[in-house]
């Protein structure tokens, strides 16, 4: 078990490109999490799977913004038609018996320019 | 007001000295508490959690939580340079969802 692993681990996009995310969390854990983590803040809520199922989803995550979790394994995030306010670390989460024991990656930083 | 409010720091200490880091909240429906710990470009770890009131200790780490003031602390006991990094609070009301402070950015300096 290596732990909750994300990627890319960077990524340097134009504005208006698509960009799409991956992470892998730790197997058997059936939550999975989005957080977005901008410069000197901390990390915010975006989305919430208990396996396959997306059960909630942050009003911070726009109609350009779509994830998914096939077969509840791992995840991808999307992000449409980018602009530079969502440059940020994108971070993803897991968990098993507890949901507020949440195993974080190492993220992706994403770079609008 | 943000539902959670925590001082960001920075905040400089010497090698050895007790260190105290704060958190208020503003929601009542918070239940369980967490502390995690992120180093610089990396995904935060958590550290430790407490249910409602009251105090836990995990070596040189305790957690605090007075729900009557919505007043949550962190201590470190005999602080090492390893123990520099951002230390965010994060409690959750039970929905699955962690609301995390700013973070603390702390530094022990040798």
């Known amino acids: 078990d290596t732990g909750v692993s994300q990627d890319p681990r960077h990524k340097i996009t134009k504005r208006g490109q698509n960009v799409t995310f991956r992470c892998d969390p730790i197997s058997e854990h059936n939550r999975l999490y989005w957080y977005r983590q901008t410069l000197g803040q901390g990390p915010e809520f975006l989305t919430y799977?208990?396996?396959?199922?997306?059960?909630?989803k942050s009003r911070l995550l726009s109609d350009r913004f779509s994830a998914e979790r096939p077969k509840g394994s791992f995840s991808t995030l999307e992000i449409q038609r980018t602009e530079q306010g969502d440059s940020a670390m994108y971070l993803c989460?897991?968990?098993?018996?507890?949901?507020?024991?949440?195993?974080f990656g190492p993220g992706t930083r994403l770079t609008v320019t | 007001q943000k539902e959670v409010e925590q001082d960001p720091g920075p905040l400089s200490v010497p090698e050895g000295a007790i260190v105290s880091l704060n958190c208020t909240y503003s929601n009542s429906a918070f239940q369980y508490f967490m502390w995690y710990r992120q180093y610089s470009r990396k995904g935060p770890e958590l550290l430790m959690y407490t249910y409602s009131s009251g105090n836990k200790e995990d070596g040189r780490f305790t957690a605090q939580v007075d729900k009557s003031s919505k007043y949550i602390s962190l201590f470190i006991r005999d602080s090492q340079p390893s123990d520099s990094a951002t230390y965010l609070c994060?409690?959750?009301?039970?929905?699955?969802?962690?609301?995390f402070g700013t973070g603390t950015r702390l530094t022990i300096i040798p």
């Open positions: 989460a897991s968990s098993f018996r507890q949901y507020y024991e949440q195993y």
């Open positions: 994060a409690p959750a009301e039970g929905n699955e969802k962690l609301t």
């Open positions: 799977f208990q396996n396959e199922a997306q059960l909630e």
